[in-house]
């Protein structure tokens, strides 16, 4: 059921309840984000180790993200999302026990990881298909701005604290309050009404699972704005993931940053994060859409290579933090639009093709740039990860379906 248009997404009383159980989650998954990857690579001191934190949460994500969105468009999503959220509590507690008892070890955190990761698939499911019933379509862009930047500015604190509490407590701190988090959340979205869909029904049968997974996939290669959209996606992420997990070695061993100043890092992206988020939000719809993503692409693509030059660790952060609001106002944009485009009643299936064909890159560009940063250097596996964002930018923006999108 599509909801009456509404003046401001948070003039619904549900959205308002829904966004603090969003924001509840993401701050923990702020939390989690910096706290796993620094206790691995203070485990093992390997590039590629870390990296295998990034892949523990990206693939099981990726494979059950089609799972997810066929769960989305036929059982009760608000029961199905407090269930994730009671699942990942669970994982985080036992993470905290087993580190605290001194019996915590890097498979055991990737096995923690993969869990907390399959239950997201499900989740973001539920979330990306309930937007419609709460705010109309006409809302959509709006209300996942907010979502976006709910996100962003919880990773622009929990990071930098996440940061401090590893150097002073060690991560047991951070691995309780990711606890804590999940648990408010599920507190807050049960106070939400039926996220939909209009009648729940059962989960799906194996060969309803299948069926849904070739209908979302159809609907995905059969728009062309969707299908240029998704390519450039899966490249994007294989060198901007790459990038991204090897962030820690390359700040420690060519900045010689400590985890505090690795934490404020990661606050300053999310700041950018938020900017982007922001302008996402208010440019909503002003401008044709294609266009608008074509000049996100160029900036993004611009302001990223003078990392590969900063003096130090801050001048580098600041352009981090610039590539951060460019890359999350295209993020926003691109699934506004999604929800506008896609028919309500396939968003669960189409996402979840969307989710798992942009992020099949993400384990190849994670291991390749780990490995180069392991045998050459994390200064070189920035700099091959920089300049193939660019070159694939610059394709991206020369295609008609993605440059005369007008939807």
């Not at 955190?109 to 399959?118: K, M, R």
């Not at 922001?278 to 266009?291: E, H, M, Q, S």
């Not at 996100?296 to 302001?303: G, L, S, W």
């Not at 942009?358 to 050459?376: K, M, N, R, S, T």
Request: a positive charge.
């Amino acid at each position: 059921m599509n909801a009456p248009p509404v003046r401001g997404v948070f003039a619904s009383p549900p959205f308002v309840r829904y966004f603090l159980g969003q924001s509840f989650s993401y701050v923990g998954d702020g939390l989690r984000t910096i706290a796993l990857p620094l206790l691995v690579f203070h485990l093992t001191g390997s590039a590629l180790s870390t990296g295998g934190a990034f892949i523990a949460e990206i693939v099981p994500f990726a494979l059950l993200a089609v799972v997810g969105g066929s769960f989305a468009d036929r059982v009760d999503r608000r029961a199905m999302m407090i269930a994730c959220d009671a699942l990942r509590c669970l994982a985080m507690i036992a993470l905290a026990i087993l580190f605290a008892t001194h019996h915590l070890t890097v498979a055991l955190v990737y096995a923690g990881l993969a869990t907390i990761s399959a239950c997201a698939a499900f989740f973001m499911g539920g979330q990306s298909s309930s937007l419609p019933s709460l705010v109309g379509k006409e809302n959509t862009t709006l209300a996942m701005s907010a979502l976006v930047g709910a996100e962003s500015t919880s990773n622009l604190i929990a990071p930098a604290l996440g940061g401090m509490l590893f150097t002073v407590f060690g991560p047991l701190p951070a691995l309780m309050a990711n606890a804590a988090t999940y648990l408010a959340s599920q507190i807050s979205l049960s106070g939400v009404p039926a996220l939909g869909p209009e009648k729940p029904g059962r989960p799906p049968t194996l060969r309803e699972l299948i069926a849904d997974v070739r209908l979302g996939f159809r609907t995905l290669f059969g728009d062309a704005g969707m299908r240029a959209q998704a390519l450039a996606a899966l490249s994007l992420n294989t060198l901007g993931f790459g990038g991204y997990a090897i962030l820690i070695p390359f700040l420690k061993r060519d900045f010689a940053a400590t985890d505090a100043q690795v934490g404020i890092f990661f606050s300053m992206s999310a700041a950018g994060a938020v900017i982007g988020s922001v302008l996402a939000g208010r440019i909503n719809r002003r401008w044709p859409f294609g266009k608008m993503l074509a000049i996100a692409y160029a900036i993004d693509a611009v302001i990223f290579t003078p990392i590969l030059v900063a003096p130090n660790i801050w001048v580098a952060a600041s352009f981090w933090m610039l590539a951060s609001a460019a890359s999350t106002f295209e993020v926003s944009q691109i699934l506004g639009w999604r929800l506008r485009v896609i028919p309500e009643a396939l968003v669960g299936r189409t996402f979840g093709a969307v989710r798992l064909f942009v992020l099949l890159g993400i384990a190849p560009g994670v291991l390749g740039f780990g490995w180069i940063a392991d045998h050459v250097s994390p200064y070189a596996a920035m700099c091959a990860s920089a300049l193939g964002f660019v070159l694939i930018a610059g394709i991206a923006i020369a295609s008609p379906a993605i440059r005369n999108e007008a939807r």
